[in-house]
């Protein structure tokens, strides 16, 4: 029964929220803060899902006027989890196969969010150039996802060095975003799913790097990254 129940509630909420956000990006055009608002929205779902997510950014990651955000993907819950420490003035970057999902393809193009074919090298390192042009000339920061895809229980998967060319070619720093695990903890049958740790770690700063300190500052925040959810889960598990 609550299972039916979540999964009636969320098919009603995703309608909503996306027909009520397309219209708003559409009026909001010349605004810079339509995914944080978006976001807003999303982070209020954790408990639809049995779901208490915390969020923490770090002191020296509050007010930076622009960055590279690179956070792990998990899973489709990453959608609510995350949201929690989305900061204004920053847009996403995704799959072009966004875009044919239902609605929600209609809606991240309207809040302005970026699509990228990872599947084309050359196609892929186009919008980056073309992403570094675009954070020049309006100040906005992007947040990406280095693993490229949802790891959905395998793992952490390799890095791709897009963000990080990215921050180096646009001289701002990394800010790494990290979520405890959350893989296999949902279970829509359940009350209570648990809580979710989200933290924004200090910036990583890139001035005076060129491109062959990509590989490096990659591996660097690779590192910091696993390390900080092995924190999380730990912190959740001595917790119970």
């Known amino acids: 029964m609550l299972l039916l129940l979540r999964m009636t509630l969320l098919l009603l909420l995703v309608f909503g929220v996306t027909l009520f956000g397309i219209v708003f990006c559409l009026l909001t055009l010349w605004s810079k803060n339509r995914v944080y608002y978006l976001g807003r929205v999303f982070a209020q779902v954790g408990p639809l899902f049995g779901l208490s997510v915390e969020g923490r950014v770090a002191q020296a990651a509050k007010n930076i006027p622009q960055a590279v955000y690179v956070a792990n993907h998990q899973n489709n819950f990453d959608l609510f989890t995350l949201a929690v420490v989305v900061p204004k003035g920053v847009v996403t970057v995704g799959k072009t196969s966004l875009r044919w999902i239902p609605f929600f393809g209609i809606l991240y193009w309207a809040s302005g969010n970026f699509l990228i074919n990872r599947e084309n090298r050359r196609q892929a390192i186009a919008t980056i150039d073309q992403i570094v042009s675009s954070m020049t000339k309006t100040g906005l920061s992007i947040w990406m996802f ?34 405890s695990s959350t893989h296999g903890q949902v279970q829509l049958n359940r009350w209570d799913n648990g809580k979710v740790l989200v933290e924004m770690l200090p910036p990583i700063e890139t001035s005076g790097l060129q491109e062959i300190d990509v590989v490096s500052l990659m591996k660097q925040c690779e590192q910091q990254m696993h390390d900080t959810q092995q924190r999380l889960d730990r912190e959740l598990q001595q917790a119970h």
């Open 146 to 179: 280095p693993e490229g895809t949802r790891s959905r229980g395998r793992g952490w998967l390799p890095f791709k060095r897009g963000a990080f060319h990215a921050a180096v070619q646009a001289g701002v720093p990394i800010v790494p975003v990290v979520c």
